[in-house]
Structures are given as structure tokens and as C-alpha cells.
């Protein structure tokens, strides 16, 4: 079982970037997935979750009203679509399966983890 994020890369200030996470099986279609961030010298943190049939959502209160996360149960992939970046926002992106099927904030409900992709924001 795999989990392969994409879509980061290196943006100004005020930008958007659209993150995408590839499921290699059909096997989550009735898990939760969340997105968490890791930047340099924190701990990682939770970002935005959506439940399994993708009506239920949740934020972390940094990234409310700009990051949007949304999933695809045909394609297998989830998105986080993050508009108005900050430089606060640099970190490494990692999307996840959860156990359950509604959206968590804790890292402890997510059993698989994808390899990152690298978000940079510049002033």
C-alpha cells in the first residue's frame, strides 16, 4: 500500500499550490484522509482532514479559510488546494490514511503515511 503526494514546489507569498495524494488501492475508500505539515525544527502538525464520503472536513486554525481539501473516491487521490500561502506555511506536506472513518486531527488515528513533498514560501 502506497501514498504518493505530489504538487509541491517553491512559491511566492500570496500564491496558491494544489497538493495531490495518490492512493495505490481502493482500500481507503472508507477511511478518512488528512494532510499534516512538518517545517523545519517543529514537531509535525496536523493541517485539514475530510471523512470518508468527503462531507465532513476539518482545519487546523492557521490554515482555516485558505486551504481547501477535498478527495476523489474513484481516482483514489485526495487534494489540499492552499490559496494566500505565507512563508508560515513552509514545511514538508504529508498526506495520510486514517483508521477511522471521519475526519481526526490526531496523528495517532492515521496508519499510513506517504513520503512528503516539500513546500517552500518566500517573502
Known amino acids: 500500500v502506497q501514498l504518493q503526494a505530489s504538487g509541491g514546489g517553491s512559491v511566492q507569498a500570496g500564491d496558491s499550490l494544489r497538493l495531490s495524494c495518490a492512493a495505490s488501492?481502493?482500500?481507503?475508500?472508507?477511511?478518512?484522509m488528512g494532510w499534516f505539515r512538518q517545517a523545519p525544527g517543529k514537531e509535525r502538525e496536523f493541517v485539514a482532514a475530510?471523512?470518508?464520503?468527503?462531507?465532513?472536513?476539518s482545519y487546523a486554525d492557521s490554515v482555516k479559510g485558505r486551504f481547501t481539501i477535498s478527495r476523489d473516491k474513484i481516482k483514489n487521490t485526495a487534494s489540499l488546494q492552499m490559496n494566500s500561502l505565507t512563508p508560515e506555511d513552509t514545511a514538508v506536506y504529508y498526506c495520510a490514511v486514517s483508521r477511522r472513518s471521519y475526519s481526526g486531527r490526531h496523528q495517532s488515528e492515521y496508519n499510513y503515511w506517504g513520503q512528503g513533498t516539500q513546500v517552500t514560501v518566500s517573502s
Open positions: 475530510i471523512s470518508w464520503a468527503g462531507g465532513s472536513t
Open positions: 488501492t481502493r482500500a481507503f475508500s472508507n477511511n478518512a
